[in-house]
């Protein structure tokens, strides 16, 4: 489906039926991201994923974008798929920077929050600096050397040893992203501020899952956000690397079934 807002054409996936769950993908991806949870979740809920701007058929923009901006975003989706209950958002990676800069924009419209492979504080010096590598790389070789340059860290090492089809996949994803929707990311990310207050201040049901083998944010990212928000439930799945959410779907979709009984 497609929204229109302001020269931005957003494509989204609107799938099953009951409480509304919006699916945030990671960088630079998009929102294929999501196959199997579209697949196994929508009897249970009912799945938006949007193609974030500048990600997969959504166009770009010129860089760069905010994490405000994307929360902007998702939330003209909600409204315009006619969502004015409450949704719990989810959000992997990037997509858990922008479900956070949406917590602080628009507490009222937050009913629950999964946070996948993600973390809460900001990008150091250091990694700054590597956005903005990240982002000539980008400006000179194209979306192919970002995704020569992650893939090795996206996925668990079993995972990219073991299964061809998931590695392709995961390479296409990043390759057809727009270099102005990489640059724009990269922006956001380096300018997102640190989210340990929000998520201190949460006052919702939280869940964090994380995959054990994650090498581009490590698990222990998860363990420190669990440990600001004590009530939230953390799951780390074995054999799961950075896309945990392909690597080990049934897990995934267990988790987040279970997550979702208490909507
Ligand atoms: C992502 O997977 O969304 C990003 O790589 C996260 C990051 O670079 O901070």
């Known amino acids: 489906m497609k929204l229109v807002i302001d020269g931005l054409h957003m494509e989204y996936e609107d799938r099953g039926r009951g409480t509304p ?35 997969g058929e959504s166009n770009a923009t010129p860089a760069p974008y905010s ?7 998702c939330r003209a989706l909600l409204d315009a798929a006619g ?32 946070l996948a492979a993600t973390k809460m504080g900001a990008d150091s010096a250091e990694g700054k600096a590597g956005r903005d ?8 070789k194209g979306a192919a050397a970002i995704a020569e ?14 299964r061809p089809q998931l590695v392709d996949r995961a390479r296409k994803m990043m390759e057809s992203t727009s270099v102005e929707g990489i640059v ?24 964090v899952i994380h ?22 439930r953390l799951e780390r799945l074995p054999e799961a690397g950075h896309l945990l959410n392909l690597e080990q779907p049934e897990r995934f979709n267990a988790a987040l079934r279970e997550f979702l009984r208490q909507f």
């Open 21 to 55: 769950v919006l699916l945030i993908h990671g960088y630079p991806l998009n929102r294929t991201l999501w196959d199997p949870q579209m697949k196994g979740l929508a009897d249970t809920a009912r799945l938006l994923a949007p193609d974030l701007r500048g990600h």
């Open 67 to 73: 994490m405000d901006m994307l929360a902007d975003d």
């Open 83 to 114: 969502v004015n209950t409450p949704a719990v958002l989810c959000g992997l990676s990037m997509g858990g920077y922008v479900a956070l800069a949406f917590c602080r924009k628009y507490p009222e419209r937050v009913a629950g929050l999964v």
């Open 133 to 140: 590598k990240s982002a000539a790389l980008a400006r000179e």
């Open 149 to 162: 340059a992650m893939l090795p860290k996206m996925l668990a090492p079993q995972t990219a040893a073991n």
């Open 184 to 207: 724009g990311a990269l922006m956001a990310m380096k300018e997102r501020p640190d989210s340990t207050p929000t998520v201190k201040a949460l006052d919702l049901p939280l869940l």
């Open 211 to 232: 995959g054990m083998e994650d090498q581009l944010i490590p698990v222990s990212e998860a363990e420190a956000t669990r440990a600001a928000a004590p009530d939230a």
